[in-house]
């Protein structure tokens, strides 16, 4: 057997312990880890559409008693100017609270994604995942619509929105009933 050289040995040395350590990091940390969820609701803005904003003198800020609870319930929205709701119109229109986006497929709510019954309370990971994949409620019921960006998030991996799904079921539950979107034909008129 031939002796190996000091830089050889050391190169051995350090895949073996980045093995291990890699090893061990996967040992003790679950895939669907509510951290790694965290970490990419963070990165992936989920906050942004589904937290009510309040307005301020330097911009909208996060309402944190309403984390990731989706549009408000008892929010009004205002009406929709004439021309929005078609494709030569604006591209989309948003509500004060960020949470309510109109363009031509009509009206839509950011949804409750706190564990409450008004939320994910009810959902499986697997109809999580289901739901991310196909643009479809609950991966089977009604399309997924606009500005949600579901076919990129379908992206991620299983082991990344089981992870998600996880982080979710610890945020506070805040009971909010979004309302249903509305088709371009009854969202609110200009008085």
């Not at 965290?38 to 330097?58: E, W």
């Not at 019954?117 to 999580?128: D, I, K, R, V, Y």
Request: aromatic fraction near 6%.
């Amino acid at each position: 057997m031939r002796a190996s050289s000091p830089l050889t040995s050391g190169l051995l040395s350090l895949i073996v312990v980045a093995a291990c350590a890699r090893g061990e990091e996967g040992a003790t940390a679950d895939a669907a880890s509510p951290e790694r969820g965290r970490y990419l609701v963070t990165l992936g803005g989920c906050n942004d559409c589904h937290t009510p904003k309040l307005l301020r003198p330097t911009g909208p800020v996060p309402d944190s008693s309403r984390f990731l609870s989706g549009h408000p319930a008892d929010s009004k929205i205002p009406p929709v100017p004439t021309g929005v709701l078609s494709p030569e119109g604006w591209g989309a229109l948003v509500s004060p609270g960020l949470t309510a986006w109109a363009g031509p497929w009509g009206v839509s709510f950011t949804a409750n994604l706190t564990p409450d019954a008004t939320g994910l309370a009810s959902w499986t990971a697997e109809q999580f995942i289901q739901t991310m994949r196909t643009g479809k409620h609950l991966g089977t019921g009604r399309q997924i619509l606009p500005p949600m960006p579901w076919y990129d998030i379908g992206q991620l991996t299983d082991e990344d929105l089981r992870a998600v799904f996880a982080y979710l079921r610890t945020v506070k539950p805040v009971q909010n009933a979004v309302p249903a979107p509305l088709p371009p034909a009854t969202a609110p008129a200009p008085q």
